[in-house]
């Protein structure tokens, strides 16, 4: 529709041309032997010259990427869940965020091998901004939504973006991930932004509660955890600087190198857990919590109880939360071997000397345990 032109993916109709415009790219070419090792590149391009829609292109190219991925990079993908789900069903996901490029295309790869139809995803400009990653990204289904406009143009664009969401759901009967905050999670704290739920139910019919707006859309929180986060080390110097209470400026090429060692970067084990559709606890907003600015922290609340208590615990949380109180409270759940390991990756990328680099690093991966425990414990007094 001529409304989201500037955000759309491509269009079946649209894909084969946008395949030409960079099937002699030299990323393109690398992605592909990194891929297909055993092919030369003109029976990749052949291949591909051949295709003629998105499912055709995330079938054929980009599921053996993520398959190569989690063979070259990671001790294996589990998960949990999906059995929830049901087909023909659209969704809209609302997940943590760890990793730029692998949360949806794990996620979208899960959803392929057991049955379901992928989802359109989220994607924020500011990653997309060379011509090569734009294609890429609408060639894999994402929705671009627009970083750092002024207050009059964030809500045309706010109202753009639900607007888009609503149609993949409601009339396209297709899934949507979206993260539940603006960016990647970089302390471990999983928390939803109140802005991204406003933003989702400004599509909401006149005169609709959002409360029934969210019940329609079949909202389904997502946890993803990997056991050593890629990018770990990239995002010390941001976390430095808020821990100094400085603004943080982004090098020229720092998203595109997240990008990249969030690929190729070591992960150890990951899972993803699929949550529970909200409608019941939906409704039970609706009955027990007054006002709309309650009712929305209830709904945010929600989300984070699903995100948090489904989120997988590796032994790197348990050795991190270890360390980080000085005390060995949970040295039950990983092995001497797992935790010199850990400790020599955290001495190779932080500056032990340094206090807070220290505690921060610490804290990314120790967080999860903290907010998992604690909100364990509070729900276990009612």
């Given at each position: 529709?001529p ?6 993916p ?9 395949i030409?415009e ?7 070419k690398?992605?592909m ?9 003109d ?12 499912r ?15 063979e ?35 996620l ?19 990653l997309v901004k ?5 294609h ?6 994402n ?7 002024p ?64 019940k329609r ?43 990249l ?10 899972h993803?857990?699929i ?5 019941p ?6 009955q027990?919590?007054?006002?709309t600015?309650k ?16 989120y ?8 991190a ?6 005390s060995?409270?949970?040295?039950h ?18 500056d ?7 505690e ?23």
């Open positions: 529709m409304q989201f032109e500037e955000i759309r491509y269009y079946d109709t649209e894909v084969n041309q946008a030409r960079i099937i002699d790219h030299p990323m393109l690398a992605m032997n990194f891929t297909f090792p055993e092919w030369t590149d029976q990749w391009k052949t291949l591909m010259l051949h295709c003629h829609s998105i055709d292109f995330q079938i054929n190219f980009i599921y053996p990427g993520v398959q190569k991925v989690l070259k990079s990671s001790d294996g993908l589990f998960t949990s869940g999906f059995e929830k789900l049901e087909e023909n069903t659209s969704y809209l996901f609302i997940s943590n965020h760890r990793d730029i490029i692998l949360d949806t295309s794990l979208n790869a899960c959803l392929y091998e057991k049955g379901f139809f992928m989802t359109t995803s989220a994607i924020g400009d500011n060379k011509p090569f990653l734009k890429l990204s609408r060639l894999t289904r929705f671009t939504i627009k970083r750092g406009l207050a009059r143009e964030l809500l045309e664009s706010s109202k753009l973006v639900s607007a888009f969401i609503r149609q993949s759901l409601l009339r396209e009967n297709r899934s949507v991930w979206i993260a539940q905050r603006e960016g990647r999670t970089k302390d471990g704290n999983d928390l939803t932004h109140k802005g991204v739920l406003k933003m989702i139910s400004m599509a909401s019919d006149e005169g609709e509660h959002f409360l029934d707006y969210f859309l079949n909202v389904v929180p997502v946890s993803i955890s990997y056991e050593y986060d890629p990018t770990d080390i990239l995002k010390m110097p941001e976390l430095l600087a808020k821990a100094r209470q400085e603004p943080y400026i982004k090098g020229e090429h720092e998203d595109f190198n997240t990008l060692n969030g690929i190729i970067g070591a992960k150890k084990r990951i993803i857990h949550g529970d559709v909200l409608t606890g939906l409704e039970k907003i609706a027990e919590v007054n006002g600015v009712q929305l922290q209830a709904l945010a609340d929600l989300i984070d109880e699903q995100i948090i208590l489904g997988k615990l590796w032994p790197s949380n348990f050795i939360h270890d360390l980080l109180t000085g060995d409270q949970f040295k759940e990983y092995s001497d071997q797992e935790k010199a390991l850990f400790e020599a990756r955290f001495r190779k990328g932080v032990i000397n340094n206090p807070v680099a220290v921060n690093f610490l804290c990314m991966y120790a967080n999860p345990v903290t907010n998992q425990k604690r909100l364990q414990d509070t729900l276990s007094q009612f």
